[in-house]
């Protein structure tokens, strides 16, 4: 069974977790291992019983919520992003909360995020995939300094699922992110591209 930090000073996040939904039908959730930290708290994935779907859940403590601004951004954060169903967002699936932590559960998705995969594209595997289907040589994915530079058609297939993406919120869901970054677009095992975090994100509406 995973041992969870300690992320809100005194409790740590347990390692099962249960969810009561308004049908009555009680969910659990085994979790797996930490896979992001940040300023809000801290990213699990986990197992949700008893349907045996693999999740996310960000777990953000109740200590944190004491300030009201911060507070009105976490229920900003939930309501935008609840509201959102596309298939380049990463899909928001509930929240619950115990004692001392917010949970939202999200969707997973376990390859990483796009820097991540430009980051480790020079590998043996890939370049005999490459070699093989393009007939490309080791020297394409690197200069001399070591840069990885991803081939045009990894390029295009990464871009048109971003735009995609930002041209649902924008033209659709008038909605603007405000913190775009390659951290911020997470991949599935398919190459899908998701994006995800809506922390930061505003509707078109409320910007004077």
């Known amino acids: 069974m995973h041992q969870c930090s300690n992320h809100d000073g005194n409790h740590p996040v347990p390692s099962v977790l249960y ?17 992001g930290k940040g300023g809000f708290g801290v990213v699990y994935s986990a197992i949700e019983s008893p349907s045996k779907m693999k999740v996310a ?25 609840r509201s959102l169903n596309h298939p380049n967002i990463v899909k928001f699936l509930g929240t619950f909360h115990d004692e001392y932590y917010i949970y939202f559960i999200l969707e997973l998705c376990e390859g990483g995020n796009v820097l991540e995969y430009i980051k480790n594209f020079n590998t043996n595997n890939n370049k005999r995939k490459y070699k093989a289907q393009y007939n490309y040589n080791s020297r394409f994915f690197n200069d001399q300094n070591g840069i990885v530079y991803l081939p045009e058609f990894e390029v295009i297939k ?11 919120l924008h033209l659709h869901a008038r909605v603007i992110h405000r913190d775009i970054k390659l951290q911020n677009f ?22 004077s």
């Open 19 to 35: 969810r009561k939904k308004h049908d009555g039908k009680l969910l659990k959730y085994d979790i797996l291992e930490e896979i």
């Open 186 to 207: 997470l991949m599935t095992n398919d190459g899908v591209v998701k994006l995800s975090d809506f922390g930061l994100s505003i509707n078109f509406d409320d910007v």
């Open 158 to 168: 990464i871009t048109k699922q971003v735009r995609l993406a930002l041209d649902y």
């Open 57 to 81: 859940l960000k777990c953000t403590p109740k200590s944190r919520l004491e300030s009201q601004k911060i507070k009105k951004k976490l229920i900003n954060e939930m309501t935008i992003h």
